[in-house]
């Protein structure tokens, strides 16, 4: 259908689209934070020689117990602030380690972390 309409009417059409924020937009954005993620991870491993892996391993700087996953998907401002907002605070909570973190996480914790309602 819309191949037989002008372009204007199908793009006047198209931009007219209610600009609401599902949870399947939340979760399309959230496997595109992932995937980048997941390439600068594999990057990372693609380019580093082995002297680069004995100097980071010596360092000892232990490894935060999650992923920091930083959002990078576009988002609507109040959706990416929220998101902002969580990976902010799970990046000082692992640069501030206390004894909570050290303890295994039940399933509910990790699932109020993850979706923010801490």
Do not use: C, F
């Amino acid at each position: 259908m819309l191949a037989t309409w002008p372009w204007q009417d199908a793009l006047a059409m198209l931009t007219d689209l209610p600009s609401s924020w599902s949870h399947t937009d939340e979760n399309v954005a959230t496997l595109v934070d992932l995937q980048t993620y997941w390439l600068s991870a594999e990057y990372v491993k693609w380019t580093t020689d082995a002297a680069e892996a004995k100097r980071a391993a010596a360092s000892r700087e232990k490894p935060p117990p999650m992923p920091l996953i930083q959002p990078v998907a576009r988002r609507p401002r109040a959706a990416h602030e929220a998101a902002v907002r969580r990976y902010e605070e799970l990046r000082s909570r692992a640069e501030q380690p206390d004894e909570s973190a050290h303890r295994q996480w039940t399933a509910r914790e990790l699932w109020a972390h993850i979706s923010g309602s801490v």
